[in-house]
């Protein structure tokens, strides 16, 4: 049986500026600032946003002088893209066996 996808995982990633930040921390570690420049979004916004992120384990931080400057986890990102992964290998195996629950 495949484990499901980690459901706190799922709500930091479903939100559209999440996955904007998430997209551009896999380019290149960024703090509040940059990110502000970025997105168009309010600081205040933005650092509940990242919260929510560091929260799920998708980022983490690093202080370096008065900035912080965040980073994605590849590693927590291809836990989850293996958990999908699993889940289609299992769709696919079923389809093609033909398994269905009677009703």
């Not at 706190?8 to 600032?33: H, N, W």
């Not at 590849?74 to 989850?80: I, K, N, P, T, Y």
Request: glycine content about 6%.
């Amino acid at each position: 049986m495949v484990t499901s996808v980690d459901s706190d995982v799922l709500k930091a990633l479903a939100d559209p500026l999440r996955m904007q930040i998430v997209s551009l921390l896999a380019g290149e570690a960024l703090c509040t600032t940059h990110l502000v420049e970025e997105t168009g979004a309010k600081q205040t916004n933005l650092s509940n946003h990242l919260k929510i992120l560091r929260e799920a384990g998708l980022v983490d931080t690093e202080p370096c002088g008065r900035f912080t400057y965040y980073k994605l986890r590849a590693d927590a990102l291809e836990a989850v893209a293996g958990e999908f992964a699993g889940l289609a290998a299992a769709a696919r195996e079923a389809a093609a066996a033909g398994r269905k629950r009677s009703c």
